[in-house]
């Protein structure tokens, strides 16, 4: 059975501390797109109804704009445009029939009171955990990426990491021993998932290693 690791959404620059007196406990969590719903501005001139049809895993999360353009020469159909959470125009469709965007498909519905142009809609695409279930977990640590010295190793295979399955979270199970003997510095680090004969960049960023104030008990 086919794992979820194509629907990983890479995460950059998630910067993390970590201690020489302390285990690695640090979670990564992993969610997907699950719902979303549409919203008319309150503005609006025409009165027709939004619908979501589907909405894929890997679609970005956020609140989309759909603007009503100006009515299709010789029609009554609006046409729609879309724009993603970052303001990118990705999509333009028409009123009364199902548009692609980024992931998610939805349609307007024509009410009793035509669109017109400046009429709109919010679009929230909404996350929820994603279940990496059967996903194999590896990071390093090295002082720069391109050093041939790895300086900290984990796994899943090793127990290192620890897989949550449905709930969506990777942990790090790393030993006070082992941080112990990590150097104080600032690391980079990336974490890949493995399945299905595909290897994903997950999260990746830097681990700033410090020492920590409070002697351990034994």
């Given at each position: 059975m086919a794992t979820n690791v194509l629907n990983i959404q890479t995460q950059r620059g998630v910067d993390l501390v970590t201690f020489n007196n302390a285990s690695w406990t640090d979670s990564f969590p992993f969610v997907a797109a699950a719902t979303a719903a549409g919203y008319a501005a309150a503005t609006n001139i025409g009165n027709g109804?939004?619908?979501?049809?589907?909405?894929?895993?890997?679609?970005?999360?956020?609140s989309y704009t759909i603007q009503i353009l100006a009515p299709v020469s010789g029609s009554q159909t609006a046409r729609v445009s879309v724009s993603s959470p970052d303001g990118t125009l990705?999509?333009?469709?028409?009123?009364?029939?199902?548009?692609?965007?980024?992931g998610v498909v939805f349609a307007i519905a024509q009410g009793t009171t035509l669109f017109t142009p400046g009429?709109?809609?919010?679009?929230?695409?909404?996350?929820?955990?994603l279940d990496i279930t059967g996903i194999a977990f590896a990071l390093m640590l090295r002082s720069q990426p391109a050093d041939a010295e790895i300086s900290l190793s984990a796994s899943t295979a090793d127990g290192s990491i620890a897989n949550g399955g449905t709930t969506g979270q990777v942990g790090m199970r790393v030993s006070t021993a082992t941080m112990q003997g990590l150097p104080a510095g600032t690391y980079a680090y990336d974490l890949i998932a493995s399945?299905?004969?595909?290897?994903?960049?997950?999260?990746?960023?830097?681990?700033?290693?410090?020492?920590g104030v409070t002697a351990l008990a034994s």
């Amino acid at each position: 059975m086919a794992t979820n690791v194509l629907n990983i959404q890479t995460q950059r620059g998630v910067d993390l501390v970590t201690f020489n007196n302390a285990s690695w406990t640090d979670s990564f969590p992993f969610v997907a797109a699950a719902t979303a719903a549409g919203y008319a501005a309150a503005t609006n001139i025409g009165n027709g109804n939004f619908f979501v049809i589907s909405v894929a895993p890997q679609t970005v999360l956020g609140s989309y704009t759909i603007q009503i353009l100006a009515p299709v020469s010789g029609s009554q159909t609006a046409r729609v445009s879309v724009s993603s959470p970052d303001g990118t125009l990705i999509a333009i469709g028409n009123v009364g029939v199902p548009v692609s965007a980024g992931g998610v498909v939805f349609a307007i519905a024509q009410g009793t009171t035509l669109f017109t142009p400046g009429d709109s809609f919010s679009l929230s695409v909404l996350p929820a955990p994603l279940d990496i279930t059967g996903i194999a977990f590896a990071l390093m640590l090295r002082s720069q990426p391109a050093d041939a010295e790895i300086s900290l190793s984990a796994s899943t295979a090793d127990g290192s990491i620890a897989n949550g399955g449905t709930t969506g979270q990777v942990g790090m199970r790393v030993s006070t021993a082992t941080m112990q003997g990590l150097p104080a510095g600032t690391y980079a680090y990336d974490l890949i998932a493995s399945a299905d004969g595909y290897d994903v960049l997950a999260y990746q960023g830097s681990v700033t290693h410090i020492q920590g104030v409070t002697a351990l008990a034994s």
